[in-house]
């Protein structure tokens, strides 16, 4: 069974910066595409980075290209999200996701299954 859980979350002061962690069970990173995600005002969760399974590499969305990095450790199945310089609008739920698919620019786009984490808060005071 695959579970993603997601860890990390908290508050802190916009300017501050935040670690998340996504730790599979059940499949292994890097034979597949991951995207982090947090809500939006729409049907549709907001995109915020793709890395591809096939080259490692990631895009990121323009809203927090430069502040957000993604990496991984292959020895602990773990996924980071490294948040810098957060601003109070960066509050939102944040969620990772994996599976076979590719990446559409900084979105997720699964082809045959996809497995989601629950989802870790982040909250920027101003």
């Known amino acids: 069974q695959v579970q993603l859980v997601e860890s990390g979350g908290g508050l802190v002061q916009a300017g501050g910066s935040l670690r998340l962690s996504c730790t599979a069970s059940?499949?292994?990173?890097?034979?597949?595409?991951v995207g982090w995600f947090r809500e939006a005002a729409g049907p549709e969760r907001e995109s915020i980075s793709c890395?591809?399974?096939?080259?490692?590499?990631?895009v990121y969305a323009d809203s927090v290209k430069g502040r957000f990095t993604v990496s991984r450790d292959n020895a602990k199945n773990t996924v980071y999200l490294q948040m810098n310089n957060l601003k109070p609008e960066d509050t939102n739920v944040y969620y990772c996701?994996?599976?076979?698919?590719?990446?559409?620019?900084?979105?997720?786009?699964?082809?045959?299954?996809?497995?989601w984490g629950k989802g870790t808060l982040v909250t920027v005071s101003s």
């Open positions: 996701a994996a599976g076979v698919g590719y990446c559409l620019g900084p979105a997720f786009r699964p082809l045959r299954g996809d497995y």
């Open positions: 059940g499949l292994t990173f890097d034979r597949y595409a």
């Open positions: 890395t591809s399974s096939n080259d490692g590499g990631t």
